[in-house]
Structure formats: C-alpha cells, structure tokens
C-alpha cells in the first residue's frame, strides 16, 4: 500500500463524507482525492520528475491534507518546513533537500519572498491565498481539470518524505520516510488507540512537525474527519470541541497545561464527545493529569517517539493514567511499554541488553524505523545499526516493562566526574503539587564543571519564587536524590521557552547561565 491509496481508498468508500474542515471551508473525501490527483498532475505536468523533493512551508489550513497527498500520488517528496524558522534557517533546508519546487501560503509570503530570490533549484513555486508572489495555487490545480494519477512503477519503499529534526542538537537532518514506514507507524497508532472511522480529530499541532506529519496519515487511514485549528487559542479548542463532536485530539503538554488554566477560570464545561487526547515530547506531571482529566472529563494517553520513527516507539494507556489518578503515581515518570509494531532494547556501550533498572541507550527495531539520514552516511551509519535504531535517549526498563526515560546522551551533566542526567530530577520535581513543568539543564560551576539548575512553571495556586516553595523543593531532592545530584539553583518562571513542536527549549534555558560562566 501506497500513502496516496488512503484517499483514494476513502473517496470510494466515504465520498460524500466530511475529510477535512477549517473555518467555513470543508472538504470531502472525495473532494480531497480529486484535489490531490490535480495538484500531483501539475507538478509532474510542470516538469518535476519522480523522487524531485517538495518543500511545503504553511501553517495549519485546510490544504495540508490534500497536498501532502497529492505529492505522494505524484511519486514526489514532501519536505515539510517550520514556518518558524529564519530565513537562512530555511534556505539551508531547501538546499539541503534539493528541493525543486516549493509551496507556500501567505502567512509565509514575506520568508518565501526572500528564500525564491535567494538563489536555489526551485522550478515550480505555488502561493496559496495569493500570487503576488508566485502562481497562485487555486487556479493551477482547477486549471488541470480531472485527473487520476497512475501509481504503476512506484513501490511502498520509495522515499515519500524528508523530516528534517529540530536541530536542538545541531544542524537539523533530514529523516527518510518512506511509504511502508509511514503506512506501518498509521496501523500502529489506529490499533494502539483503539482508532475508529466514525472520530472527529482537532488538528491543534502543527503539520509541519513529524507527529503532525503522521498524524495526517493515522487519522486518514480509517477515513476520519480532521477538524484544522489554524493556531493554538485556548477559547478556539473549546469552541471546536463542542461545534464538531470532537472525540480526540493530540497536543504536548504545555497546551493541555494552558487549556487546564483558561477551563479553571470559565464556569464549569462538558465535553461528552470528547473521548482521549494524546500527548508527546514530555512528560506530564500527576498534577497536571489530575487537573486535565478532571477538567475535560476524557482519557488521556502519551506517546514516545522519535523522528526517525514513523508512529509510536511507547505508549502510556488511558487504563495507565486512570491508575495514576487513582494513585499509581510512579508510571507517571514513565513513558509507557512498547507498542505492538516496536521492539525495544536498553543496550550498555558494549552492545549487551540490560537488565531492568539499569540504565542504557533505547534501541528501537520497527517496520516504521526510517531508512535513514538524507546525504548524512556517517550519522546514518552511526544511528541505524544491525542492532535497531540507536536513539541517543538513556532510559531503564521496569520488571513490567515500562520505560523510563533519563535523558538525551547529549544532555548530560557532569559535576565533579559524576554523571547526572536532567530527567531524573525533573521527575523528582514534578512529584511535587505545585509544580505545573520542570526542566533541568546543566550550567558552568567553578569547582565541579557543572551543576544541575531547575527551571519551575508553578501551578497557578502558588506564588512564584517563594522561599517556601523552593525550599519544599530543596528538601525533596535530598529525600529522593543522591548528594551529587543536588540542584545547584532554582527558577521560577511564568512559562518556558519552546519549540514550534512543543519542546521545552532548554538551549534557551541556559543561555544566561553560559554568560555568567564564560
């Protein structure tokens, strides 16, 4: 099966049934398949060849659906952009790629502008909602009329997106996706969530982001409805929630954090078709879970997973976080056990699988594993082994099999020769009531290299900064935590720094830390 047979397969079976919805514009399934058959009909019609790379740089609207199938019926290669990025930032990346044509809507007319006249390969450029700029998107694919694309001579393991990392740890790389991968990570997630075709997902994270890539797909592959949220709005969600019968949707959990805050000051809310929201790139903490799952009245579920991973690598069930709620507050440091397509393995340096508790690399083996890095032979060759893949993230495994995760190889803090990682002070931290978000980093200490710092968003029934409070966290990481691994200092702040993806930006964190230090 090929990414561009989902709508396809959709239009046949649901053609008169809603596909996508944004504002007072929606979509049928039959509508989105002919639109994707037009716009993959224009990009070949315009010169592109087979395997000639796309960079689409948008916000959340209603043609990401259709485009990022209509590249895939072409035989052509998605490069999804962050419409964050800085002008050089996305240049490099459309270099990078090769990109040959570029699409972009008008909230990005201004960083397209400067990135067409920057010099590059792009042949093909579409605007949408303009064509100030460029043609504008509309009139090529009506221009086209009816068109089917004919999928003969392409093959599930034909490259069908570059994802290129956040770059948190360096240059971004482009992750190859292809077919196979992405249509595994799609039965993973439907099976793992217990997925129906009757849901109505609100799409509030970006497309550009690799979950929001493959939530796409998930949500497609069993001929959903995707309700599009154009930007995160507190009020907007709400509205949505009950306007549509949403019954699920995915965010990361500084905006389930932000949702709880504005849900506590309106009078009380009900959500009866909202059935579970999914969450990834942290943790969240008990607090948090309780407040959320009281206030919205659904499951709740996380998912672990990488880049180089089409879908789940680890899933924390609703049954889990219903457990948490009722006390079993230790999985909430966890991020699940594996999912039914993922093997997992906690490897030493040597190679060897380690026994639970003790702590080594995540090795991941998954039909949804990419194959690799885009021109990148040496960190390919570094990452993807006989072994599996070899995420960087440190974690243990429990005797049941849930994993805990420490921390990134590359945020490890040394103080004084020993080895300290960030994840496992911030579940200390996040045990405590008062306490919305944790982040721990390392900064520059005189005597011992470095020392861990805590950066803390408190829940809002808290005062900010009080000696109180950071003292209560004092004494809690002395109960809990080794002498070495004492924090060395405590902030207090309104929200943190993070990326277009939800992640805490600690490179932000300890930018002040790294001038004080030098």
């Not at 895939?72 to 930032?89: C, H, I, M, Q």
């Not at 949403?246 to 990361?252: E, R």
């Not at 921390?407 to 040394?414: M, S, Y």
């Not at 520059?444 to 803390?456: D, K, L, Q, Y």
């Amino acid at each position: 099966m090929l990414v561009g047979d989902i709508p396809r397969l959709n239009a046949r079976r649901y053609p008169g049934k809603a596909a996508v919805i944004c504002g007072d514009r929606e979509l049928t399934w039959s509508g989105v398949n002919e639109r994707a058959n037009r716009l993959g009909a224009y990009l070949l019609g315009a010169g592109l060849q087979r395997g000639d790379r796309v960079a689409v740089v948008a916000s959340n609207i209603l043609e990401w659906p259709e485009i990022s199938f209509g590249i895939s019926k072409a035989g052509l290669v998605l490069v999804p952009v962050n419409v964050r990025l800085a002008v050089p930032e996305i240049i490099f990346l459309l270099g990078d790629a090769g990109a040959k044509a570029l699409i972009f809507d008008s909230g990005s007319a201004n960083v397209a502008s400067e990135v067409i006249a920057s010099g590059n390969e792009l042949s093909v450029v579409l605007q949408i909602g303009g064509s100030d700029l460029a043609p504008e998107y509309e009139r090529g694919i009506e221009g086209v009329g009816s068109a089917t694309l004919s999928s003969a001579g392409l093959s599930p393991d034909d490259l069908r997106a570059l994802i290129y990392t956040s770059g948190t740890t360096g240059l971004p790389k482009a992750v190859t996706n292809t077919h196979r991968a992405m249509i595994y990570g799609a039965m993973d997630h439907v099976q793992t969530v217990d997925a129906k075709s009757t849901d109505v997902g609100l799409a509030i994270t970006p497309f550009f982001t690799s979950g929001g890539a493959m939530r796409t797909i998930s949500w497609a592959y069993l001929g959903q409805t995707m309700v599009v949220l154009p930007k995160f709005n507190e009020e907007e969600i709400v509205h949505h929630f009950k306007r549509y019968n949403v019954t699920n949707t995915i965010m990361v959990p500084t905006m389930i954090s932000r949702l709880c805050e504005y849900l506590q000051a309106q009078p009380h809310q009900d959500f009866p078709a909202l059935s579970s929201i999914g969450y990834g790139s942290a943790p969240s903490s008990p607090a948090l879970i309780r407040s959320a799952m009281d206030l919205l009245g659904c499951d709740f579920w996380q998912r672990y997973g990488q880049s180089e991973v089409a879908g789940f690598v680890t899933h924390l069930s609703p049954q889990d976080h219903r457990g948490i709620v009722a006390g079993r507050s230790e999985i909430a440091k966890s991020c699940g056990t594996e999912s039914a397509s993922s093997e997992i393995a906690v490897l030493d340096d040597d190679g060897q699988e380690l026994p639970p508790g003790e702590i080594g690399e995540v090795v991941i083996k998954s039909d949804a594993v990419s194959n690799g890095y885009w021109n990148r032979p040496d960190d390919t060759a570094e990452r993807f082994q006989n072994t599996g893949l070899h995420t960087g993230d440190m974690a243990y495994r429990d005797q049941e099999g849930y994993l805990y995760l420490v921390d990134r190889k590359n945020d490890l803090i040394i103080s004084g020769a020993f080895n300290i990682y960030p994840g496992e002070i911030e579940r200390i931290i996040n045990t405590h009531p008062a306490v919305r978000m944790a982040a721990v980093f390392g900064a520059p200490h005189p005597t011992w290299g470095e020392t861990p710092i805590v950066a803390v968003v408190p829940s809002d029934d808290w005062v900010a900064g009080t000696p109180a409070l950071e003292q209560e966290l004092k004494d809690l990481c002395r109960a809990n935590l080794a002498g070495y691994k004492q924090p060395g200092g405590f902030e207090f702040l309104d929200e943190f720094p993070v990326s277009a993806a939800g992640k805490i930006l600690k490179t932000e964190l300890k930018k002040p830390h790294q001038k004080q230090g030098s």
